[in-house]
C-alpha cells in the first residue's frame, strides 16, 4: 500500500492528509508543535464571511480522525534521505523510523518578525502590537491599551514586512490588505466611537468578497483610508504613537498621534520550509519559499522526484488558496503514486 | 521606550572598530565652530587613552559640503579622498578615521561604491596617479571618531572625574542624543545600533550614568542640510526643522543635548538664540537655553577638563547651568581670557535667551 509522509500539519498538511487518505492512501502527518492548525490557531475571524476561525481547524482536526492517517504530534524530522529503491525515509526527533513513498511539505509560513522594521517601534513602544496579537484580542472581546484604557484612535498600517526592500522582503504576503479591512470593521463593532485609519500603500483585493468587504469597511464602518506609507513612529510623554505619514493622494506629509498602532505583519517562509529545502535540496526562489518546478502546471511538484509542496510553504497564500493548493497537491501525489 | 526591546534587535551585529593606530581625518569647519573639539579629542586619544593617532596637516576637506550642495563632481571628491587615503596609506596606518560626520558618510559612500563597481574605482586610482603621482590602500577599518569614543567609554568611566548626575539631587542628568543625519541613515550597518535608535552618543551618556530622553522628533534632522543653510533663502526651514525638535524634546526637560555631527550641534545651539530673537521662546530652565555640545566636550568634561580650555565658551547657550549640575568647578571671570588671561571680548547679550 502507498504511503505519503506529510511535513507540517497546518491547513495545507491536514487538508491533504485527509484528501489522500480518502483515496486509500496510507499518510503519516508529522507536526512539530502539540496540535495540528499552524498558524490558523492564532486567528479568530476568518475573511470575508467572518466564518470562526476555530470553527474551521475543528473540522480540519476532525478529518485527521481516519484509519489511513497517522499522526505524529511534537515531532520534527531529523535527517531525510531517499534509498535506492525511491523510498523517503523520516527519522524522528524520538527515534522512530517513517517510510513513504511520497513526501509533501506543507511547513507553512512565519510571520514577519516586526521589529525589524524598528522605525515603526514594535517591541519598543507598549501600543504597538501585531495582527496577531490583535487577533488575541478579539478573542478576548477586549481591545485596551497597556494602562487599561480605551483607545481612542488606532492606526492599522499595512505591509509591514512585504514589498520592502529595506527588509529585503519583495514580495507581497496577499493577505494582509483584507486583514486590515477585516480587523478594521472588529474594531469598530466594539468600540464604536474610536477613530479607525488603515495606512495602505495599495488595496489588492483580489478574493471573492473582498472588494465589497473593502467598500462596506468606508460606506457603512465609516473606517478611513489613507494611501501613504508610514515612515516612522515615535512615543510621547503619554505614550502614544506620534507617527509620520506622507498622504500620496493629497500629496503632502502627515502627522498624527494615535492611541495604539496595529502592525499587519507580512509572511516569510518558514524555518521548516528552509529546513527542509537544505536537507532535500529543494530549489528556494529569490524571495525564500520553495520553488515549483512550474508555476502554472507543476506548481505542487518540486525539483526533487517525489517531493511536492503545498501551501505557505510555496508562497503566501490566503486560507481559500491554501486549501485548494492542498487538494491540488494530493492530485499530483496520486498521479505520481500511481506512476511509480 | 523599552530599551531592551532595542537592544535585542541589534544584539547580533555589532560594528568592528580598530583598537588602536588612527589616522585622524579633521574637519573643515569644527575647528571653527567648536575651536576645542578636535585637540580635546586628540589629547584624551594620546593623554588619557594612550592610543597612536596620527593628524595630518596635509590633510584637507574632503569637499564633502560642495558634493551635497551639486557644486562638486563625483569623481572630484573620490580623487581627493584618494589622496586622503594615500596620505593614510604613506604613514603606514589602516584605520581611517575622519572627525566630520559627512566625511564619514563621504567615505562610507564612496568605499561602498568602489565596492559595487571597481571600474570606478580604477578610475580614481588613474586621476589620483595622475594628478600627484600618490597610490593608496583602501583603510581596513573606518569609524567616526564618535564610534572611537563609545569603543572606550567605559575606560573613559573609570578615569572620570565627573559624572552625568545631578550633584544636588543624586538625579542622573536627561540628555538628548542627535545623531548627524550622514551617521548611519545611509547605512544603517555603518552606525553603532543602526539608523532607527543609534547607541553611539546613548552608549556613551548611560556608560556615564545619565539618562536618554526618547522623544517624538528624536530621529528628526536638525535642519542643517546644506542646500537649506548655504542658500539664505532657505534658512527658514532650517530654523524650522530645529524648532520642531525643541518643542518635542522640551517637555522632558533635557539637562544637555549632544550630537556628533558639525552642523547638528552648531545650529541646535545657534538656531536657540535665533528663535528666541524672533520669538522670544527658551527652551531651558530659567530662562537659558538647553546647553548642547558635542561629543568631544562632553566627554572633556567628564574627564575633568577645564570647560574654557575646550572652548566652551564660543557656545552660544551658555553651558554654566550643565556645569553646576555636574559640580563642576570653573572661574567664571576667565570665561573670556585666552591662556595669557588677556580679555578676549564679551558678546553682545542677547534680548531674550539668558546667558
Same mark, same amino acid.
Given at each position: 500500500?502507498?504511503? @505519503?509522509?506529510?511535513?507540517?500539519?497546518?491547513?495545507?498538511?491536514?487538508?491533504?492528509?485527509?484528501?489522500?487518505?480518502?483515496?486509500?492512501?496510507?499518510?503519516?502527518?508529522?507536526?512539530?508543535?502539540?496540535?495540528?492548525?499552524?498558524?490558523?490557531?492564532?486567528? %479568530?475571524?476568518?475573511?470575508?464571511?467572518?466564518?470562526?476561525?476555530?470553527?474551521?481547524?475543528?473540522?480540519?482536526? *476532525?478529518?485527521?480522525? /481516519?484509519?489511513?492517517?497517522?499522526?505524529?504530534?511534537?515531532?520534527?524530522?531529523?535527517?531525510?534521505?531517499?534509498?535506492?529503491?525511491?523510498?523517503?525515509?523520516?527519522?524522528?526527533?524520538?527515534?522512530?523510523?517513517?517510510?513513504?513513498?511520497?513526501?509533501?511539505?506543507?511547513?507553512?509560513?512565519?510571520?514577519?518578525?516586526?521589529?525589524?522594521?524598528?522605525?515603526?517601534?514594535?517591541?519598543? %513602544?507598549?501600543?504597538?502590537?501585531?495582527?496577531?496579537?490583535?487577533?488575541?484580542?478579539?478573542?478576548?472581546?477586549?481591545? *485596551?491599551?497597556?494602562?487599561?484604557?480605551?483607545?481612542?484612535?488606532?492606526?492599522?498600517?499595512?505591509? @509591514?514586512?512585504?514589498?520592502?526592500?529595506?527588509?529585503?522582503?519583495? /514580495?507581497?504576503?496577499?493577505?494582509?490588505?483584507?486583514?486590515?479591512?477585516? *480587523?478594521?470593521?472588529?474594531?469598530?463593532?466594539?468600540?464604536?466611537?474610536?477613530?479607525?485609519?488603515?495606512?495602505?500603500?495599495?488595496?489588492?483585493?483580489?478574493?471573492?468578497?473582498?472588494?465589497?468587504?473593502?467598500?462596506?469597511?468606508?460606506?457603512?464602518?465609516?473606517?478611513?483610508?489613507?494611501?501613504?506609507?508610514?515612515?516612522?513612529?515615535?512615543?510621547?510623554?503619554?505614550?502614544?504613537?506620534?507617527?509620520?505619514?506622507?498622504?500620496?493622494?493629497?500629496?503632502?506629509?502627515?502627522?498624527?498621534?494615535?492611541?495604539?498602532?496595529?502592525?499587519?505583519?507580512?509572511?516569510?517562509?518558514?524555518?521548516?520550509?528552509?529546513?527542509?529545502?537544505?536537507?532535500?535540496?529543494?530549489?528556494?526562489?529569490?524571495?525564500?519559499?520553495?520553488?515549483?518546478?512550474?508555476? /502554472?502546471?507543476?506548481?505542487?511538484?518540486?525539483?526533487?522526484?517525489?517531493?511536492?509542496?503545498?501551501?505557505?510553504?510555496?508562497?503566501?497564500?490566503?486560507?481559500?488558496?491554501?486549501?485548494?493548493?492542498?487538494?491540488?497537491?494530493?492530485?499530483?501525489?496520486?498521479? %505520481?503514486?500511481?506512476?511509480? | 521606550?523599552?530599551?531592551?526591546?532595542?537592544?535585542?534587535?541589534?544584539?547580533?551585529?555589532?560594528?568592528?572598530?580598530?583598537?588602536?593606530?588612527?589616522?585622524?581625518?579633521?574637519?573643515?569647519?569644527?575647528?571653527?565652530?567648536?575651536?576645542?573639539?578636535?585637540?580635546?579629542?586628540?589629547?584624551?586619544?594620546?593623554?588619557?587613552?594612550?592610543?597612536?593617532?596620527?593628524?595630518?596637516?596635509?590633510?584637507?576637506?574632503? !569637499?564633502?559640503?560642495?558634493?551635497?550642495?551639486?557644486?562638486?563632481?563625483?569623481?572630484?571628491?573620490?580623487?581627493?579622498?584618494?589622496?586622503?587615503?594615500?596620505?593614510? !596609506?604613506?604613514?603606514?596606518?589602516?584605520?581611517?578615521?575622519?572627525?566630520?560626520?559627512?566625511?564619514?558618510?563621504?567615505?562610507?559612500?564612496?568605499?561602498?561604491?568602489?565596492?559595487?563597481?571597481?571600474?570606478?574605482?580604477?578610475?580614481?586610482?588613474?586621476?589620483?596617479?595622475?594628478?600627484?603621482?600618490?597610490?593608496?590602500?583602501?583603510?581596513?577599518?573606518?569609524?567616526?571618531?564618535?564610534?572611537?569614543?563609545?569603543?572606550?567609554?567605559?575606560?573613559?568611566?573609570?578615569?572620570?572625574?565627573?559624572?552625568?548626575?545631578?550633584?544636588?539631587?543624586?538625579?542622573?542628568?536627561?540628555?538628548?542624543?542627535?545623531?548627524?543625519?550622514?551617521?548611519?541613515?545611509?547605512?544603517?550597518?555603518?552606525?553603532?545600533?543602526?539608523?532607527?535608535?543609534?547607541?553611539?552618543?546613548?552608549?556613551?551618556?548611560?556608560?556615564?550614568?545619565?539618562?536618554?530622553?526618547?522623544?517624538?522628533?528624536?530621529?528628526?534632522?536638525?535642519?542643517?542640510?546644506?542646500?537649506?543653510?548655504?542658500?539664505?533663502?532657505?534658512?527658514?526651514?532650517?530654523?524650522?526643522?530645529?524648532?520642531?525638535?525643541?518643542?518635542?524634546?522640551?517637555?522632558?526637560?533635557?539637562?544637555?543635548?549632544?550630537?556628533?555631527?558639525?552642523?547638528? =550641534?552648531?545650529?541646535?545651539?545657534?538656531?536657540?538664540?535665533?528663535?528666541?530673537?524672533?520669538?522670544?521662546?527658551?527652551?531651558?530652565?530659567?530662562?537659558?537655553?538647553?546647553?548642547?555640545?558635542?561629543?568631544?566636550?562632553?566627554?572633556?568634561?567628564?574627564?575633568?577638563?577645564?570647560?574654557?580650555?575646550?572652548?566652551?565658551?564660543?557656545?552660544?547657550?551658555?553651558?554654566?547651568?550643565?556645569?553646576?549640575?555636574?559640580?563642576?568647578?570653573?572661574?567664571?571671570? =576667565?570665561?573670556?581670557?585666552?591662556?595669557?588671561?588677556?580679555?578676549?571680548?564679551?558678546?553682545?547679550?542677547? !534680548?531674550?535667551?539668558?546667558?
Amino acid at each position: 500500500m502507498a504511503k @505519503v509522509i506529510i511535513i507540517g500539519g497546518g491547513p495545507a498538511g491536514c487538508e491533504a492528509a485527509h484528501q489522500l487518505a480518502n483515496q486509500g492512501i496510507d499518510v503519516e502527518l508529522v507536526e512539530k508543535n502539540n496540535e495540528t492548525g499552524g498558524n490558523l490557531n492564532n486567528w %479568530y475571524q476568518l475573511f470575508p464571511d467572518r466564518k470562526s476561525a476555530k470553527d474551521l481547524n475543528d473540522i480540519l482536526k *476532525q478529518n485527521l480522525n /481516519h484509519p489511513k492517517i497517522q499522526l505524529h504530534l511534537g515531532m520534527e524530522p531529523r535527517k531525510i534521505e531517499k534509498n535506492k529503491e525511491g523510498k523517503f525515509l523520516v527519522p524522528l526527533s524520538d527515534g522512530s523510523l517513517l517510510e513513504g513513498d511520497s513526501l509533501l511539505i506543507s511547513t507553512g509560513f512565519k510571520i514577519f518578525d516586526a521589529r525589524r522594521k524598528e522605525e515603526y517601534g514594535y517591541g519598543i %513602544y507598549e501600543n504597538v502590537i501585531t495582527s496577531v496579537e490583535l487577533e488575541n484580542m478579539f478573542y478576548n472581546h477586549s481591545i *485596551q491599551m497597556v494602562n487599561g484604557n480605551t483607545p481612542k484612535r488606532i492606526g492599522i498600517i499595512h505591509c @509591514v514586512g512585504s514589498r520592502d526592500e529595506k527588509v529585503c522582503n519583495y /514580495h507581497c504576503s496577499k493577505l494582509c490588505c483584507i486583514t486590515g479591512v477585516k *480587523q478594521a470593521i472588529e474594531l469598530r463593532e466594539l468600540l464604536p466611537d474610536t477613530e479607525i485609519f488603515c495606512f495602505y500603500m495599495d488595496m489588492r483585493m483580489f478574493g471573492p468578497g473582498y472588494e465589497e468587504m473593502y467598500r462596506e469597511a468606508q460606506e457603512k464602518y465609516n473606517i478611513k483610508f489613507v494611501r501613504g506609507r508610514l515612515s516612522e513612529a515615535a512615543e510621547n510623554l503619554n505614550k502614544q504613537l506620534q507617527i509620520k505619514v506622507e498622504d500620496t493622494l493629497v500629496g503632502k506629509p502627515l502627522r498624527m498621534t494615535l492611541d495604539m498602532m496595529i502592525l499587519l505583519v507580512g509572511m516569510e517562509s518558514s524555518e521548516g520550509s528552509r529546513q527542509m529545502a537544505d536537507t532535500l535540496g529543494l530549489n528556494l526562489a529569490p524571495n525564500g519559499f520553495i520553488k515549483s518546478q512550474d508555476p /502554472h502546471y507543476r506548481n505542487n511538484n518540486t525539483n526533487v522526484e517525489g517531493v511536492f509542496v503545498a501551501g505557505c510553504g510555496s508562497a503566501p497564500m490566503n486560507l481559500t488558496d491554501t486549501l485548494a493548493d492542498a487538494r491540488s497537491a494530493a492530485m499530483s501525489i496520486m498521479e %505520481y503514486i500511481k506512476r511509480i | 521606550m523599552n530599551l531592551e526591546g532595542k537592544q535585542q534587535i541589534w544584539k547580533d551585529y555589532q560594528k568592528e572598530i580598530a583598537d588602536d593606530r588612527y589616522f585622524y581625518a579633521r574637519s573643515c569647519i569644527r575647528q571653527t565652530f567648536f575651536p576645542g573639539s578636535e585637540w580635546a579629542y586628540l589629547d584624551i586619544m594620546k593623554n588619557k587613552l594612550a592610543k597612536d593617532v596620527i593628524d595630518d596637516p596635509r590633510h584637507t576637506t574632503c !569637499t564633502g559640503i560642495g558634493y551635497h550642495s551639486d557644486i562638486v563632481p563625483a569623481e572630484t571628491i573620490m580623487t581627493v579622498v584618494a589622496r586622503h587615503f594615500a596620505l593614510m !596609506t604613506e604613514a603606514g596606518y589602516e584605520n581611517m578615521t575622519p572627525s566630520c560626520i559627512t566625511s564619514f558618510g563621504i567615505y562610507t559612500e564612496i568605499l561602498e561604491t568602489w565596492h559595487h563597481h571597481p571600474e570606478v574605482e580604477e578610475k580614481i586610482r588613474e586621476f589620483l596617479w595622475k594628478a600627484t603621482k600618490r597610490e593608496f590602500k583602501k583603510p581596513r577599518n573606518l569609524a567616526h571618531t564618535s564610534d572611537i569614543i563609545y569603543k572606550f567609554r567605559n575606560e573613559i568611566a573609570a578615569q572620570a572625574k565627573y559624572k552625568l548626575v545631578d550633584v544636588h539631587t543624586g538625579r542622573p542628568l536627561r540628555g538628548v542624543d542627535h545623531i548627524g543625519c550622514h551617521y548611519s541613515k545611509m547605512f544603517p550597518t555603518k552606525g553603532i545600533g543602526g539608523a532607527e535608535f543609534p547607541a553611539v552618543l546613548s552608549g556613551m551618556i548611560y556608560a556615564w550614568g545619565g539618562d536618554v530622553i526618547d522623544y517624538p522628533e528624536r530621529r528628526h534632522c536638525c535642519g542643517f542640510g546644506f542646500r537649506q543653510y548655504l542658500v539664505m533663502a532657505n534658512r527658514g526651514y532650517s530654523v524650522a526643522n530645529s524648532k520642531k525638535k525643541f518643542e518635542s524634546m522640551q517637555p522632558y526637560e533635557p539637562d544637555f543635548i549632544v550630537a556628533n555631527c558639525p552642523g547638528c =550641534a552648531m545650529f541646535m545651539d545657534k538656531w536657540q538664540y535665533t528663535i528666541s530673537e524672533m520669538e522670544g521662546t527658551t527652551y531651558g530652565q530659567d530662562g537659558y537655553g538647553i546647553p548642547v555640545l558635542t561629543y568631544e566636550e562632553l566627554t572633556a568634561l567628564v574627564l575633568g577638563y577645564d570647560p574654557w580650555e575646550i572652548g566652551l565658551q564660543m557656545h552660544q547657550v551658555s553651558v554654566e547651568p550643565l556645569l553646576d549640575k555636574m559640580g563642576i568647578s570653573y572661574n567664571p571671570e =576667565a570665561k573670556f581670557k585666552n591662556i595669557r588671561g588677556e580679555d578676549i571680548g564679551v558678546p553682545k547679550c542677547p !534680548t531674550y535667551l539668558r546667558v
